[in-house]
């Protein structure tokens, strides 16, 4: 499998990217946090980790540490605004169960 970005949010990152003037794309990983025991980790990332999985989506990095990994497998990185709301959706196919406010989940 991979970690994907939808068009969406491979936009909103290139232009991210294209304002600090540097950058391959982004590491996506997992803490363990929150009331549900695991939270999303993200960052902008200027280089790979000998470590890390890449995965291209977009015409962008997609970085994951290994240790991450089997917690975020299959998962799709969505970017979306509602209203005055906007941020990062993680369509993850692993997930048993997640708490209210979708800022941590359980594999």
Do not use: W
Not at 18 to 28: C, E, H, V, Y
Request: proline fraction near 4%.
């Amino acid at each position: 499998m991979a970690v994907t970005l939808t068009e969406s949010a491979a936009k909103h990152v290139s232009n991210y990217i294209a304002k600090r003037g540097k950058g391959i794309g982004i590491r996506l990983g997992v803490k363990t946090s929150g009331c549900s025991g695991m939270a999303y980790k993200l960052e902008f990332a200027d280089a790979a980790e000998p470590e890390d999985q890449v995965f291209e989506s977009h015409g962008l990095k997609v970085l994951v540490d290994p240790r991450s990994l089997p917690y975020i497998d299959g998962t799709e990185l969505d970017y979306a605004k509602e209203g005055l709301n906007e941020g990062f959706r993680f369509n993850n196919p692993n997930i048993k169960d997640q708490c209210g406010c979708g800022e941590s989940f359980t594999v």
